[in-house]
């Protein structure tokens, strides 16, 4: 399946931008194989337009944030946050700025990203009920493109068969490749899947697992939110909770920006938040480097089942 070619694609919300970016001026992305730019508006709230200007097509991203507007590098042509142009520079004052505009999209921050639908939404953005509890942190880990597509990065978060062999440099076990559980059910969302391993348990991992025994287990619920986040929610025995968030972001049909950031229920002192952040990177590109060998062209069994996930998600297309 190519990302680009479902158009109920663009009725979703994605992380594009991490909004500390958009401070230095406005920057470009490819969203769907659409190019868009991102600004903050004079309301420090995240705006994105088609990143073309209606004059002579140049990107509006090669141009510069004034008052909340965007400034067209080319001409100074200005637009504001809806997309509207609002000054002419090579206008007389008295004459009046024509009706002309360049297409806008939703955008909202949440979690340090700005996110971006580009057609009406079907679903609210991704909910983490861990922002509003105080017992956990929230720790930003990585936000970079992988060779691949949100569905083949989507399917390998799920798979856990693959644990004892692509994890086997870090907490895979290659004489256990089966789970003692493994359950999955279907939801409003997505689906969502529970599942109990044992795993290795080096020392680099000791303050993130908390325990120094050789191995640990792992109780993971895993919920897929339609059509490309999910929540990884690993409890071990001792009581630590380390939750996954991600947002396989599609650039366009083999290339996708993956967001992941992370909720411990523990403190820096507890463990900090550099080996929270380089034991996942390290496990992540033991992924990156086995999903980035497959076909991105992700073939899809449109069965009932599929379907009928799929139309509860999207009722209106």
């Not at 949440?110 to 509003?132: K, M, N, Q, S, T």
């Not at 050789?214 to 929540?231: E, V």
Request: proline fraction near 7%; hydrophobic fraction near 35%; charged fraction near 25%.
């Amino acid at each position: 399946m190519l990302t680009t070619k479902q158009k109920v694609l663009r009725r979703f919300w994605y992380a594009v931008v991490p909004m500390e970016d958009l401070k230095d001026g406005p920057k470009p992305f490819r969203l769907l194989g659409e190019d868009i730019v991102l600004f903050l508006g004079e309301d420090g709230k995240p705006a994105a337009l088609r990143d073309r200007c209606c004059h002579r097509t140049s990107k509006l991203s090669k141009g510069w944030v004034k008052d909340g507007e965007i400034v067209c590098g080319y001409h100074g042509w200005v637009y504001g946050a809806t997309g509207k142009l609002t000054h002419v520079p090579q206008f007389p004052v008295q004459q009046e700025v024509p009706n002309l505009s360049t297409p806008a999209y939703h955008c909202q921050e949440r979690y340090g990203y700005a996110w971006v639908a580009l057609d009406e939404p079907l679903a609210p953005i991704i909910d983490a009920e861990e922002e509003h509890d105080p017992k956990f942190r929230r720790i930003p880990q990585f936000y970079e493109v992988w060779d691949t597509s949100a569905l083949r990065l989507m399917e390998n978060s799920f798979d856990n068969a693959h644990f004892a062999f692509v994890h086997k440099g870090t907490f895979g076990q290659i004489d256990q490749p089966l789970p003692e559980k493994y359950e999955i059910n279907e939801t409003d969302y997505g689906f969502e899947a529970e599942t109990l391993i044992t795993v290795a348990n080096p020392p680099v991992q000791h303050r993130i697992s908390g325990t120094t025994a050789p191995t640990t287990k792992r109780h993971m619920r895993n919920k897929w939110y339609m059509p490309f986040c999910r929540k990884l929610d690993i409890e071990y025995p001792s009581g630590l909770r380390h939750i996954i968030f991600n947002s396989a972001t599609p650039i366009d049909d083999g290339k996708i920006m993956v967001v992941q950031w992370l909720y411990r229920n523990d403190t820096e002192a507890d463990c900090p938040a550099k080996e929270l952040i380089d034991w996942d990177f390290k496990i992540t590109r033991e992924d990156k480097e086995i999903i980035e060998s497959t076909d991105y062209d992700t073939p899809v069994d449109m069965g009932a089942g599929w379907r009928r996930t799929w139309s509860r998600t999207a009722p209106a297309c």
